[in-house]
């Protein structure tokens, strides 16, 4: 099984690998059947076709696992798996209208093309050929020894199917795109002709200096109207936070070093003041019973100790300690208990998994029946070394099975289970073993060993620095009298109260219902609080009182607006979109005083604002005047008359008037055939890049999220 090893050995070739439906509702779909007609298994549709709760699932175990493989967090990720199930519908109905259809035959055509494929060279032979029948023979191998790992190919090969899919349709439309002979020639013409122009600009930034314009949610509004495609919205909320941290005290802190330092030198309570950290005979049991961090019994090198003792650590004699010295939020007491040469060991396995183990899914056999088999192998093995790879075929772990069995070279500071680091540890070279752990049982065959660096085993005494009782009281009553405060009163009180008091405020303008986070929060509350606010009987106004389990902080949250699906609330663009509207209404105002002036020259429009006249070459298709990028001033500038003063032309960063004082043309190297070949070339390039949001733009999408997750809420209630 050589070819699927190659794919599972790399993380990132497994975004499709789907083991298990995470996200299950939290309510019998059954009882859910009873109280709404929608099936609570259908979450939406595309253009009618349907989006089902298992898709959802599937595709949100993806992103997951990616996330955790790339060390980034694993919660709010139910917006992005949305989004790319809607586009996975899209692309599958684009290829079908194509005429294309999805076959056996088709799949294993193209897959050598495949992102997941095609760069990995040990994937083709000498000829260059892709090992289409090994790996076909490989999947049916797997079919018939390991239904965990076949299930796991199932998913892989529909993830698969959508890329080719796509990279299908993106051919077919692509191949499509030309540049007509007339509009290369206009083109080229803009290209080439230009325009000598005087202006005067009058601009934004520095004309609101001196005129201060306030931009009212109707004028926000009146823009949203003018644009209704910019602003298609779906449904969020605007919630202002007040976030509360019980943040240790210096006397938390002063506390906690008192502690650490009595169970370092003084003595603890339960011994009578005779057994201290320095003096313990056991480490282990010491740390065991007085430590917020567990013993570890592993040796390990300097760069995985902390930064205050790892430079001190080689030079140090056993039974020496360290402390107590400050990491981040807690204080440690280290002392070194021993060092040794680690060595490297390379090990092979089978792992013999039984139902309900983290391995074991499709597994039916028991943890008893698992041990025998197990113990039965090893027994083998152990006296017949060379019959270890005839029961490879029922090994739980199929990546190393692909390998022989093989783990390849390991050290003590390999991330694997501690009973397995044990094993290699204290076992020599050709011992074999049978070893349980969290994931079943292993037979383990250790194949060589060799001397490594200087390993160190350190006993940490650890005391976490919290926040005491006093403290997190301090939090909450300053929390519940700000909740107080803000109970019926606006917004603006809402932040005006928060400032004052000199609270931790944030203001998330459109939090979505499934994002799982909160741009300014942070906390396993936010999913919570999302909740909260998405409630249909939530109104504006509402105000709530969360507490963060673990760390006893407090957040008191308003519900600021509520924006359903249609165009956006203009309140929560303003962000966006306010310095645009404020230069329109000022442009407004600069025209109407150019206007009410009636002036006819350059110099007294400079003169009106206290501009400056300048000069200036531009062309169409490339509109920079004076540094910026202004497409409407090149324009006039080709289409008014030579020597007529201009209208006023509201450009991107101020209003300009001209004058041309004449046109030219600069022929540019390059004939029509290579300029049209170059233009079908930026076109096809840039295709892709809107082609996903045009259909998506156009789509019949249903979302039934929000609806469905409400009456499972009321439900509860």
Same mark, same amino acid.
């Given at each position: 099984?050589?070819?699927?090893?190659?794919?599972?050995?790399?993380?990132?070739?497994?975004?499709?690998?789907?083991?298990?439906?995470?996200?299950?509702?939290?309510?019998?779909?059954?009882? #859910?059947?009873?109280?709404?007609?929608?099936?609570?298994?259908?979450?939406?549709?595309?253009?009618?076709?349907?989006?089902?709760?298992?898709?959802?699932?599937?595709?949100?175990?993806?992103?997951?696992?990616?996330?955790?493989?790339?060390?980034?967090?694993?919660?709010?990720?139910?917006?992005?798996?949305?989004?790319?199930?809607?586009?996975?519908?899209?692309?599958?109905?684009?290829?079908?209208?194509?005429?294309?259809?999805?076959?056996?035959?088709?799949?294993?055509?193209?897959?050598?093309?495949?992102?997941?494929?095609?760069?990995?060279?040990?994937?083709?032979?000498?000829?260059?050929?892709?090992?289409?029948?090994?790996?076909?023979?490989? #999947?049916?191998?797997l079919k018939n020894t390991n239904?965990?790992?076949?299930?796991?190919?199932?998913?892989?090969?529909?993830?698969?199917?959508?890329?080719?899919?796509?990279?299908?349709?993106?051919?077919?439309?692509?191949?499509?795109?030309?540049?007509?002979?007339?509009?290369?020639?206009?083109?080229?013409?803009?290209?080439?002709?230009?325009?000598?122009?005087?202006?005067?600009?009058?601009?934004?930034?520095?004309?609101?200096?001196?005129?201060?314009?306030?931009?009212?949610?109707?004028?926000?509004?009146?823009?949203?109207?003018?644009?209704?495609?910019?602003?298609?919205?779906?449904?969020?909320?605007?919630?202002?936070?007040?976030?509360?941290?019980?943040?240790?005290?210096?006397?938390?802190?002063?506390?906690?070093?008192?502690?650490?330092?009595?169970?370092?030198?003084?003595?603890?309570?339960?011994?009578? +003041?005779?057994?201290?950290?320095?003096?313990?005979?056991?480490?282990?049991?010491?740390?065991?019973?007085?430590?917020?961090?567990?013993?570890?019994?592993?040796?390990?090198?300097p760069a995985q100790l902390p930064?205050?003792?790892?430079?001190?650590?080689?030079?140090?004699?056993?039974?020496?300690? &360290?402390?107590?010295?400050?990491?981040?939020?807690?204080?440690?007491?280290?002392?070194?208990?021993?060092?040794?040469?680690?060595?490297?060991?390379?090990?092979?396995?089978?792992?013999?998994?039984?139902? +309900?183990?983290?391995?074991?899914?499709?597994?039916?056999?028991?943890?008893?029946?698992?041990?025998?088999?197990?113990?039965?192998?090893?027994?083998?093995?152990?006296?017949?070394?060379?019959?270890?790879?005839?029961?490879?075929?029922?090994?739980?772990?199929?990546?190393?099975?692909?390998?022989?069995?093989?783990?390849?070279?390991?050290?003590?500071?390999?991330?694997?289970?501690?009973?397995?680091?044990?094993?290699?540890?204290?076992?020599?070279?050709?011992?074999?073993?049978?070893?349980?752990?969290?994931?079943?049982?292993?037979?383990?065959?250790?194949?060589?060993?060799?001397?490594?660096?200087?390993?160190?085993?350190?006993?940490?005494?650890?005391?976490?620095?919290?926040?005491?009782?006093?403290?997190?009281?301090?939090?909450?009553?300053?929390?519940?009298? &700000?909740?107080?405060?803000?109970?019926?009163?606006?917004?603006?009180?809402?932040?005006?109260?928060?400032?004052? *008091?000199?609270?931790?405020?944030?203001?998330?303008?459109?939090?979505?219902?499934?994002?799982?986070?909160?741009?300014?929060?942070?906390?396993?509350?936010?999913?919570?609080?999302?909740?909260?606010?998405?409630?249909?009987?939530?109104?504006?106004?509402?105000?709530? &009182?969360?507490?963060?389990?673990?760390?006893?902080?407090?957040?008191?949250?308003?519900?600021? +607006?509520?924006?359903?699906?249609?165009?956006?609330?203009?309140?929560?663009?303003?962000?966006?979109?306010?310095? #645009?509207?404020?230069?329109?209404?000022?442009?407004?105002?600069?025209?109407?005083?150019?206007?009410?002036?009636?002036?006819?020259?350059?110099?007294?429009?400079?003169?009106?604002?206290?501009?400056?006249?300048?000069?200036a070459q531009v062309n169409m298709?490339?509109?920079?005047?004076?540094?910026?990028?202004?497409?409407?001033?090149?324009?006039?500038?080709? *289409?008014?008359?030579?020597?007529?003063?201009?209208?006023?032309?509201?450009?991107?960063?101020?209003?300009?008037?001209?004058?041309?004082?004449?046109?030219?043309?600069?022929?540019?190297?390059?004939?029509?055939?290579?300029?049209?070949?170059?233009?079908?070339?930026?076109?096809?390039?840039? &295709? +892709?890049?809107?082609?996903?949001?045009?259909?998506?733009?156009?789509?019949?999408?249903?979302?039934?999220?929000?609806?469905?997750?409400?009456?499972?809420?009321?439900?509860?209630?």
């Amino acid at each position: 099984m050589a070819i699927l090893g190659q794919i599972r050995s790399k993380p990132w070739l497994l975004m499709g690998v789907i083991a298990l439906a995470l996200l299950a509702f939290l309510v019998n779909p059954d009882s #859910i059947d009873k109280v709404f007609g929608k099936n609570p298994d259908i979450l939406g549709k595309v253009n009618g076709e349907k989006i089902t709760r298992e898709e959802f699932n599937d595709q949100l175990f993806v992103l997951q696992q990616q996330s955790e493989q790339q060390g980034r967090p694993k919660n709010g990720l139910e917006e992005q798996a949305w989004q790319l199930l809607v586009q996975s519908k899209l692309i599958k109905q684009q290829f079908e209208k194509l005429g294309f259809e999805m076959t056996d035959d088709y799949f294993w055509n193209q897959i050598q093309y495949d992102q997941m494929f095609a760069q990995n060279q040990q994937l083709f032979d000498e000829k260059g050929n892709f090992k289409t029948q090994e790996l076909k023979k490989e #999947i049916e191998t797997l079919k018939n020894t390991n239904p965990q790992g076949y299930t796991q190919w199932l998913k892989t090969r529909k993830t698969i199917e959508y890329r080719l899919m796509a990279r299908q349709v993106f051919t077919n439309i692509s191949a499509g795109i030309t540049t007509g002979k007339k509009e290369a020639e206009e083109l080229m013409k803009q290209r080439d002709q230009l325009a000598d122009i005087d202006f005067v600009k009058i601009d934004y930034a520095a004309y609101l200096q001196k005129t201060k314009i306030n931009v009212t949610t109707q004028d926000l509004a009146d823009y949203i109207k003018k644009h209704p495609v910019m602003f298609k919205a779906e449904p969020s909320r605007n919630i202002g936070i007040v976030y509360f941290p019980s943040k240790p005290s210096a006397a938390d802190d002063a506390a906690v070093l008192k502690d650490i330092t009595k169970l370092y030198s003084g003595g603890t309570d339960a011994s009578g +003041g005779a057994e201290n950290f320095q003096n313990t005979k056991s480490d282990s049991m010491f740390v065991m019973a007085n430590s917020d961090a567990p013993y570890n019994p592993q040796y390990v090198n300097p760069a995985q100790l902390p930064p205050t003792i790892k430079d001190q650590i080689t030079t140090a004699a056993v039974g020496q300690t &360290f402390g107590p010295y400050k990491e981040g939020d807690v204080y440690v007491v280290s002392k070194l208990v021993g060092k040794k040469t680690s060595d490297s060991t390379l090990s092979r396995h089978i792992l013999i998994a039984f139902k +309900g183990s983290p391995a074991g899914e499709g597994v039916t056999r028991s943890k008893e029946e698992a041990k025998k088999l197990a113990d039965s192998i090893g027994a083998i093995v152990k006296s017949t070394p060379a019959k270890f790879t005839e029961f490879l075929k029922l090994s739980s772990d199929p990546n190393s099975a692909a390998q022989g069995g093989s783990l390849g070279w390991t050290t003590p500071e390999t991330p694997f289970v501690p009973e397995f680091l044990t094993y290699l540890a204290n076992n020599p070279k050709g011992a074999t073993g049978v070893v349980e752990t969290q994931f079943g049982y292993h037979i383990i065959n250790i194949e060589d060993k060799k001397a490594g660096s200087m390993g160190y085993k350190v006993a940490n005494l650890v005391k976490a620095i919290k926040a005491s009782d006093a403290t997190e009281a301090e939090a909450d009553k300053k929390a519940r009298k &700000f909740i107080q405060q803000v109970q019926g009163k606006s917004f603006n009180d809402f932040v005006n109260i928060a400032k004052k *008091g000199n609270y931790q405020f944030s203001n998330p303008k459109a939090a979505k219902r499934f994002e799982g986070q909160l741009q300014g929060l942070g906390t396993e509350k936010d999913a919570e609080i999302l909740t909260w606010a998405f409630d249909k009987k939530r109104s504006k106004g509402d105000t709530e &009182f969360f507490t963060v389990d673990g760390t006893g902080d407090k957040i008191v949250v308003y519900l600021n +607006g509520k924006q359903e699906a249609g165009l956006a609330d203009p309140e929560s663009v303003r962000d966006q979109i306010e310095v #645009i509207v404020k230069n329109k209404l000022a442009a407004k105002q600069i025209s109407d005083k150019i206007a009410g002036a009636k002036a006819s020259s350059l110099d007294q429009i400079a003169k009106l604002f206290g501009a400056q006249k300048q000069s200036a070459q531009v062309n169409m298709l490339n509109p920079s005047v004076a540094g910026a990028m202004e497409p409407k001033v090149a324009g006039a500038a080709f *289409g008014v008359a030579k020597g007529k003063l201009s209208n006023p032309v509201e450009g991107g960063t101020g209003v300009y008037v001209l004058i041309k004082k004449s046109e030219t043309v600069n022929k540019q190297p390059g004939d029509l055939k290579q300029f049209t070949e170059s233009l079908t070339q930026r076109n096809a390039g840039m &295709f +892709g890049q809107g082609w996903m949001k045009s259909l998506q733009d156009n789509a019949d999408i249903d979302d039934y999220r929000i609806e469905i997750w409400n009456k499972v809420g009321n439900q509860q209630q």
